[in-house]
């Protein structure tokens, strides 16, 4: 038996890369895709249905071996700090719940390099408070991924993204040591590493820049 996969944020550039990812893999046998607007993969293996991250339902029977979230957005983007958690703290916290009620044992989230439940900065703040609240909830292998900026074509314009993604190429070989964690990494790059959680399982962990290469077998 292959590994039945839940999945929330499959329309932004992580989620469009891992569902198709999670498609292609043989190991893989049933994904359903949680989406607040319609836009994420489908095939005969993988259905979208949409989500009130207020109170996720799922289908009827589904057991997913993993739940895999790369639900985000961004305080311009949500237009307030309070829409902003209620889509980084809110609705990944419904969705994880969800996902645990329905028998997941794993659960990997995408989270943001130097998150911290005390951190001064909200948004990062918003991110650690989130991961602190996961843990409660008991999951045998939460996944906690701490990526720094993330490469690839977004759907919206970031303008000091796009300056970043191009000063990347010089400027990630200069980041070692302590530095490597706030390389920037291509998004298909985490999404490779969702799935590498799904299929690891126990015991879960923090991982940043090095960890998320390994999980995604390419560091």
Do not use: W
Request: glycine share 10%; charged share 20%; proline share 8%.
């Amino acid at each position: 038996m292959g590994l039945s996969i839940l999945v929330a944020g499959g329309t932004g550039l992580v989620g469009q890369a891992l569902l198709r990812r999670l498609v292609a893999a043989d190991d893989v046998d049933r994904v359903v895709s949680l989406s607040r607007r319609p836009g994420g993969a489908t095939s005969l293996k993988a259905t979208e249905i949409p989500a009130d991250f207020v109170n996720p339902a799922l289908p009827p029977g589904f057991v997913p071996d993993a739940a895999l979230c790369a639900l985000g957005t961004t305080i311009r983007k949500a237009g307030s700090q309070q829409a902003f958690r209620a889509v980084d703290h809110g609705a990944v916290l419904a969705f994880a719940r969800a996902a645990r009620a329905a028998g997941a044992r794993t659960f990997a989230l995408v989270s943001s390099v130097d998150a911290a439940p005390g951190a001064r900065n909200f948004y990062l703040r918003t991110k650690g408070e989130v991961e602190r609240d996961l843990a409660m909830l008991g999951f045998p292998a939460l996944h906690i991924l701490r990526p720094s900026l993330l490469l690839g074509a977004r759907q919206e314009s970031r303008p000091a993204e796009r300056l970043a993604m191009l000063a990347a190429p010089a400027l990630s070989p200069l980041m070692l040591g302590p530095l490597a964690r706030y390389r920037p990494i291509p998004a298909d790059t985490v999404a490779a590493a969702l799935l590498g959680a799904a299929r690891q399982g126990p015991p879960g962990g923090v991982h940043h820049d090095r960890g998320i290469r390994r999980l995604a077998g390419v560091g």
